[in-house]
Antibody, heavy 119, light 108 residues
């Protein structure tokens, strides 16, 4: 069974940092491209970042570029999101999700981890 | 950036009703469109990809159509478990994905 489990969320002050993790199991993680998608409370979905299967190609949404860093460790079947210079508008549930490349759609999602940026 | 506009933002319907949700792209995206269902407190679930291909395990009452800029998601006979929020997502600019604002399907 495919499982993606996020962790690392919590309450952080504006300007602070947080590192999210996503542990993958039940599939060959190293073969899959991965994304982070977030959802502010009561709002819609926003794509945040993408990383290729090898980690060599990375993209960010303009809203997080220069502040967030996506990475992965295929030996540990894990995806990460390092978030720096956090702002109130970064408050959201953060999901990791795998890509069905042929369809350019997100087929497996984690349960999400809540990040709250507040003083 | 490609913008995705969904309509309506909410719809009230009864069990057994046919429900249609529309998604419009700000520029042509061929068939690079997916639909997701999200229930409260849960992660989104992929329903349709490539505009009209049904994801494995998704009931056949869900269908998608369209190409270019205009797309629809149709639920042929609404079931109690279908009350949720639905999102479209363009992938023409993959991996930079854009989602629509969502359509909440509520019980009438």
């Amino acid at each position: 069974e495919v499982q993606l489990v996020e962790s690392g969320g919590g309450l952080v002050q504006p300007g602070g940092s947080l590192r999210l993790s996503c542990a993958a199991s039940g599939f060959t993680f190293s073969s899959y491209e991965m994304n982070w998608v977030r959802q502010a409370p009561g709002k819609g979905l926003e794509w945040v970042s993408y990383i290729s299967s090898s980690g060599s190609t990375i993209y960010y949404a303009d809203s997080v570029k220069g502040r967030f860093t996506i990475s992965r460790d295929n030996a540990k079947n894990s995806l990460y999101l390092q978030m720096n210079s956090l702002r109130a508008e970064d408050t959201a549930v953060y999901y990791c999700a795998s890509v069905v490349v042929v369809a350019a759609a997100l087929d497996y999602w984690g349960q999400g981890t809540l990040v709250t940026v507040s003083s | 950036d490609i913008q995705m506009t969904q309509s309506p933002s909410s719809v009230s319907a009864s069990v057994g009703d046919r429900v249609t949700i529309t998604c419009r792209a700000s520029q042509g995206i061929s068939s690079w469109l997916a639909w997701y269902q999200q229930k409260p407190g849960k992660a989104p679930k992929l329903l349709i990809y490539a505009a009209s291909s049904l994801q494995s395990g998704v009931p056949s009452r869900f269908s998608g159509s369209g190409s270019g800029t205009d797309f629809t998601l149709t639920i042929s006979s609404l079931q109690p478990e279908d009350f949720a929020t639905y999102y479209c997502q363009q992938a023409n600019s993959f991996p930079r994905l854009t989602f629509g604002g969502g359509t909440k399907v509520e019980i009438k």
